[in-house]
Every structure is written in C-alpha cells, then in structure tokens.
C-alpha cells in the first residue's frame, strides 16, 4: 500500500519496510522526524530516522520520501534500476509502491543532502558543472544505447510519453495561440504551423522506425534535476526525478537542458564544445557506430522537439513563470541552429 500522508510515516512502518528490503537485520526504528519539502510536482520529505542501540550501524539515518500520484517512477525503480549493473548516478531506493486503487505512489529515497547540494534555481550551471551534468547522462545513455531491452520489455513499459506530448501540443496549439495573442508573432506561429505540419523530420522517423541508436532518456534533464557532489573527489553526480524517463534520441535530454533553458549568449560559447563533450564521453563508454555529425544532426533535431514542451505545459495549466522563458529560450535556439533547414517538406 502507498504512503499517502505524512501522519502515515510512523517508526513502526519504517521498522517494517527497511527489514523487508534487508536493509535493517537487528534492532528498530524508534522515532522518526518528519521535515516536509516544498517542490513544484510532489510532495516530499526528510525524514530523521533514530534507531534502538542494538540496531546496526549501517542502517539508513536519513531518507527522502516522495508522494505522488504518478506511476512512471515506482516502475524505473522496480525495473529499470535493478536491470543495470552499476547504479551510482541514481538514488538507491528503499520502497517504491504503486496503489492502483488509490492512484497514488511513494518512493523511499536515500538523503544524500550532507554530500550534494542542487543547482541555483533560474541560474545555469557554469560550463565545467554542465559538463558534469552531460557526462553523468552520457554515463546513463551509454549503458542503455541499443539495448535489447529497450526495444521489448523496458520499451514496453516505457509507453507512449513522447507521442502523448506531441498529441497534447497539436490540439491545444488553436488554444495556445489565442492566449498568446499579439506576444507571438505572425513569424513565430508560422514555424509551429509547418512544425505541426512536417514533424517528425525523416531523419527521426527513419531512426526510430530501424530501432537503431536509440536509448533510455530522463525525459525532464534540467540543470535542478541534478544534484553536484559538494566534494568531486569522493563523490559523483546524482540524477533525479525519473518520472517522465521514456526511450529516445540521446540528444533530447541534451538540447532539453541547454537548448531550452539557456540564453543565446552563454549557449553560444559552451553549447556546441559542450555537446562534443557529451560526445567524445559516449563513444570512450562503447557506443559504436554514431558519429560526430549524427550526434550534432540529432541534437538541432532535438532543439526543434523543444518547441513542443511550452504548449504542453500550457495546456496542463503550467506555471508561465517556467515555460515563458522556455518558449523564448526554444524560438531563439530553433533560429540560432538553422533548425528550418532540417523540417523539409
């Protein structure tokens, strides 16, 4: 049964769930101290855990817990997760529950807040913390790229996140652009009008079509998603909130995190070295068969995709503090990547 309310998270339940994941073999949880979070899409918690004295030392003292109402990540965490053989950019989990009746989920994360902090929000990264950041998820894409997996089972259960967002931002474009009124132009509405019209490029369609160089992505890779080690020598980059994780072409949580979220100037100087970055990691990781210019071609695809996000956010009554800039940021990029040369009729 899923956590629903704090009040539910009691020493007694936590005794519970820890020995059953093996994690507590003697001794008990004898309190809790429950400190709850405020974040834009869940609700979340730190929890202070303290133990019997005769409780081993191992035994996790702070753990994060996040509800919801959202499946996505109670499934990576229960099949995907366990499917890779090394784990260290994601958080271990302790429990993750679905309740279909309830329609709501609870995932016991591990509290690495003494070793991490996140990035400032509404800032980006400086160059070097952002080519942590992509070579955390070159780490992640690598094991994943072409993987049997993903093209039966992981596939399967991964669904149809992209095509639902797409769906979503083509039926309520009419809507979108009567909103926006006179703030978008005559110009900016034509490009979604032939976006609408000629997505997804043949390239894209040719790609997946062969099932070939295509992998696992975040599907939501912003800089604040992310959490840096405080010391880089004795600790590595985390990722966070799995919950829209879905496959894809590597490079959409690229131009996802710099396309979208970065003005021209900054982008300008850091984003293509940045991307060759990202690159050079993939191929040292074992990918075969990509190239340079299929990973730069990928990635003005992927800047194009952007523009899909701000109508969808929208239309799920999004707070426009978030994706106005990012409707902005996505246009610029779109111009600046000579993106039109790769929409062809």
Same mark, same amino acid.
């Given at each position: 049964m899923a956590i629903t309310d704090f009040e539910q998270v009691t020493a007694e339940w936590l005794t519970e769930v820890l020995r059953r994941g093996g994690f507590l073999q003697q001794g008990t949880v004898v309190s809790v101290e429950v400190t709850p979070q405020k974040t834009n899409t869940a609700t979340v918690a730190n929890l202070k855990l303290t133990y019997s004295e005769d409780a081993q030392t191992r035994a996790p003292r702070a753990l994060f817990l996040k509800l919801s109402d959202f499946r996505r990540e109670v499934d990576f965490y229960r099949t995907v997760v366990?499917?890779?053989? +090394? =784990? #260290?950019?994601?958080?271990?989990?302790?429990? @993750?529950?679905?309740?279909e009746d309830a329609g709501a989920s609870h995932?016991?994360?591990e509290d690495v807040s003494a070793t991490h902090m996140t990035s400032e929000m509404?800032?980006?990264? +400086? =160059? #070097?913390?952002?080519?942590?950041?992509?070579? @955390?998820l070159a780490q992640f894409h690598a094991f994943w790229w072409d993987h049997p997996r993903i093209y039966g089972d992981v596939g399967a259960l991964a669904g149809d996140v992209h095509d639902t967002t797409i769906a979503r931002a083509r039926e309520s474009f009419p809507g979108f652009v009567d909103f926006m009124g006179d703030r978008m132009s005559d110009q900016r509405g034509a490009v979604y009008e032939r976006?609408?019209?000629?997505w997804p490029p043949r390239h894209f369609r040719e790609r997946m079509a062969q099932n070939k160089g295509l992998t696992l992505i975040h599907g939501d890779a912003h800089a604040w998603n992310f959490l840096y080690p405080r010391d880089p020598e004795a600790h590595r980059v985390r990722i966070l909130d799995w919950a829209l994780w879905q496959i894809g072409p590597a490079t959409n949580d690229l131009a996802y995190m710099i396309a979208m979220h970065d003005f021209p100037d900054y982008r300008s100087r850091m984003e293509r070295p940045l991307v060759r970055s990202y690159y050079d990691r993939l191929v040292k990781l074992g990918v075969e068969g990509y190239?340079?210019?299929?990973?730069?071609?990928d990635y003005r695809l992927s800047a194009i995709h952007n523009l899909f996000f701000p109508v969808y956010h929208w239309s799920v009554k999004g707070?426009?503090?978030?994706?106005?800039p990012n409707f902005e940021r996505a246009m610029l990029a779109y111009y600046d990547l000579r993106c039109e040369d790769l929409l062809e009729d």
């Open positions: 366990p499917a890779m053989e +090394s =784990t #260290p950019l994601i958080l271990a989990c302790y429990d @993750a529950e679905w309740d995932l016991l994360l509404t800032l980006p990264p +400086s =160059t #070097p913390r952002y080519e942590q950041l992509t070579h @955390a976006l609408f019209a000629l190239s340079w210019d299929d990973c730069w071609l707070d426009p503090a978030l994706w106005w």
